[in-house]
């Protein structure tokens, strides 16, 4: 399993391989979201222990939110993903990556980890209410899982095999 710092690192620095530009906070916590979905449509397992909150624009990760700069995220012993762990979030980096942040976030506010996090508080509030994974998990049934490299849904490769 990896960490997410780990998976933020990768983002942060595939993302700007890919666009030649620094990925702001806001974009960089909606892909590690989407990336823990991805994840559990995939495999049904996190790809990360580590929790989110269901902050105002979004779900957020406090290890991340204390990590980041634009100049980089910096910590200790920084280590590599594994090659599923890779192949996923470079997956979600292709399919997301090219929007807005503010089009994150207000995918983000639909899914039902968010509003369950968010239920009694009002708009402008903050909150620190943390996403369930039960949620996240649920959130990723409605998924159909799309391979970005190979142009195809995970569930057309078998039909690619059969026609071989």
Known sequence: MERII?????IYDEYKR???EVIDEMKLHKLLY????????ITNEPLFPEVF???????????????YTKDGMYYE???PLSAEGTYIVKNVILQYG???SWKLSEISHRELSWRNARKNLADEENGNRPLLLDDIRKDAEKVRPY???????YDEFE??????
């Open 18 to 20: 890919q666009s030649g």
């Open 53 to 67: 909150e269901g902050w105002k624009y979004g779900p957020v990760s406090k290890e991340v939110r204390a990590l």
């Open 147 to 153: 391979d970005a490299m190979y142009d195809m849904y």
């Open 77 to 79: 012993e920084k280590r």
């Open 98 to 100: 090219g929007l807005e």
């Open 34 to 41: 989407l990336a823990q979905r991805e994840c559990l449509a």
């Open 6 to 10: 780990d998976v933020a690192q990768y």
């Open 159 to 164: 039909d690619a095999e059969v026609a071989q």
